[in-house]
């Protein structure tokens, strides 16, 4: 079977760097993508890394290692809006290159 | 560009009921996904379209729940002889192919409360 972990809960001070990590296990590994979700709210897409390496989006960027099965989500000068969940989510052939989601990182901000 | 548009937004049922959310992806987007989502929990992958074809189901998925999307176009999610398991958030995404196929699109989801 396949898993994905990342912390339940993470919190930083605004301004700050963040990193949020996200390990996995699974067979045919093909992509691994990032999500965000407010309260209430919708996902939406923040990245996705099928190689290794750094991807950069912003303030957003995120790292893969497919030999270390591991993945993060680094958040650059955070923003009280930046209070929201983050999901790591992973296309495998485990799933049928259906996206399987980890349970979700709950970061919160403070002045 | 409109988004991902759901409805009904909330749902409250009694057991045994049966129940219809629709989906209207963006309109040009080929590819179609319905998961469900519970407090604390991250999407669960329930189907897919490409077009009007369902291409994948969940294994876990009880034979209860059937989707249709006709033309390709807009997409229903049916939940037949509802139980208090089934609620649950409901949320509807959509993509394009090809080198965009990995950012999907939510909508804001259709809440069913099962009672």
């Known amino acids: 079977g396949q898993s994905l972990e990342q912390p339940s809960e993470v919190t930083a001070v605004e301004g700050a760097i963040v990193q949020i990590n996200c390990t996995y296990q699974?067979?045919?590994?093909?992509?691994l993508s990032w999500y965000q979700q407010h309260d209430g709210g919708a996902p939406t897409f923040l990245s996705y890394?099928?190689l290794d390496g750094l991807e950069e989006t912003g303030r957003f960027s995120s790292f893969l290692s497919r030999s270390d099965s591991y993945g993060y989500l680094l958040l650059q000068e955070l923003q009280m809006k930046d209070s929201a969940s983050y999901f790591c989510a992973v296309r495998s052939l485990d799933s049928n290159y259906q996206l399987i989601w980890g349970a979700g990182t709950k970061l919160i901000i403070k002045p | 560009d409109t988004g991902v548009s759901q409805d009904p937004r909330h749902k409250i049922t009694k057991r045994g009921q049966n129940v219809t959310f629709r989906c209207d992806p963006i309109s040009e987007h080929n590819r179609l996904y319905w998961y469900r989502q519970t407090l604390g929990q991250g999407p669960e992958f329930l189907t897919y379209f490409q077009n009007e074809a369902q291409l994948e189901k969940s294994r876990l998925l009880s034979d209860r729940f059937s989707a249709e999307r006709p033309k390709g176009s807009f997409s229903t999610l049916e939940i037949q002889r509802t139980e208090q398991g089934d609620s649950a958030m409901y949320l509807c995404a959509s993509s394009l192919g090809g080198d965009s196929a990995e950012k999907l699109f939510f909508g804001s989801g259709t809440q069913l409360s099962v009672l």
């Open positions: 890394n099928a």
């Open positions: 699974t067979s045919g590994f093909y992509g």
